[in-house]
């Protein structure tokens, strides 16, 4: 639990510790954890940090309050990348939606005990955003290179899916596609040179991985994973964990529950997850998403 707690103390200082690799791909040690972000009522931040021991463990919050002024809404947060800026603090990087369909690139530095530290930065990308999710996929060769993709993917309230390309001089529509309105959540697991892949679930319970490769035209390639059950999550979040798993993830807002998993590699039906238990905090109805490092090698497929 060690690692876990250290990022509990200052996520903040958030970079997700190096995670050990398990001895199988089903295994999970205590090293592997998901940093959780929320939007509050306050107008900012909350993070957590889940560890995934079985039953899940889960820090006590951080919070920011006031980084987004009111009356606008904001929603529909992507994951917000944490770097560290040195005297233990910590600069969040993120989009969000704000009011009627602004994209915003939203940018805050905090301490270790969550303290703003000057002023909120907002950059605006666009409008016409909002639905049900909005996703970032942005893919790193190594720790010291700089990211040569980044790809948004959204839903919107009709089930319309688009993807976005950032060209260097703002991000353009790379192809949309229908026939997938029944999906409910999108996990990212995996982000290589040639593809994303993504765990996603359906309203009569199915789940899935959904391979996008970054070519044009858009191709989603769905592979069942599970056939019944995960209908009632309405969130779906993954991490990392070992060198080719994910921690997943799944939060229903009816009961304001979640439940974590451990995945071992995508492999369709042959897929290896294995129910960890009830994370044990109260999940509230405001958007949660992930903080993760700078360097986010998901290689989940």
Request: aromatic share 10%.
């Amino acid at each position: 639990m060690a690692a876990a707690v250290g990022l509990a103390l200052s996520l903040g200082t958030a970079l997700l510790p190096a995670q050990a690799a398990p001895s199988s791909q089903s295994a999970v040690t205590a090293a592997c954890a998901l940093g959780l972000g929320s939007l509050t009522q306050e107008w900012g931040q909350e993070s957590r940090v889940i560890s995934a021991t079985a039953p899940p463990s889960v820090s006590a919050p951080i919070k920011t309050p006031n980084i987004y002024t009111p009356p606008y809404d904001v929603g529909q947060p992507t994951t917000f990348t944490a770097t560290p800026a040195g005297s233990g603090r910590t600069t969040r990087t993120g989009k969000v939606v704000w009011g009627s369909g602004y994209l915003m690139q939203s940018t805050v530095t905090v301490d270790s005990t969550g303290k703003m530290i000057g002023k909120p930065t907002f950059t605006r990308i666009g409008n016409g955003w909002g639905g049900r999710f909005l996703i970032q996929s942005q893919y790193k060769a190594s720790a010291t290179s700089k990211p040569t993709r980044t790809m948004l993917y959204d839903q919107d309230m009709y089930g319309k899916f688009g993807r976005w390309t950032d060209v260097g001089r703002g991000i353009r529509n790379t192809g949309y596609v229908t026939g997938m309105s029944s999906i409910k959540s999108f996990a990212l697991i995996a982000a290589t040179p040639t593809y994303d892949l993504f765990l996603a679930n359906n309203r009569s319970g199915q789940l899935y991985t959904v391979k996008i490769p970054t070519s044009v035209p858009l191709k989603p390639v769905l592979t069942p994973v599970r056939t019944s059950s995960w209908q009632i999550f309405e969130r779906l979040i993954a991490a990392p964990c070992g060198r080719t798993g994910s921690i997943l993830l799944g939060i229903d807002d009816d009961t304001h529950t979640g439940y974590l998993y451990a995945v071992g590699h995508a492999a369709g039906a042959k897929t290896v997850i294995k129910s960890l238990g009830k994370v044990p905090m109260d999940f509230s109805v405001w958007p949660y998403f992930r903080f993760a490092p700078a360097y986010d090698p998901l290689n989940g497929g």
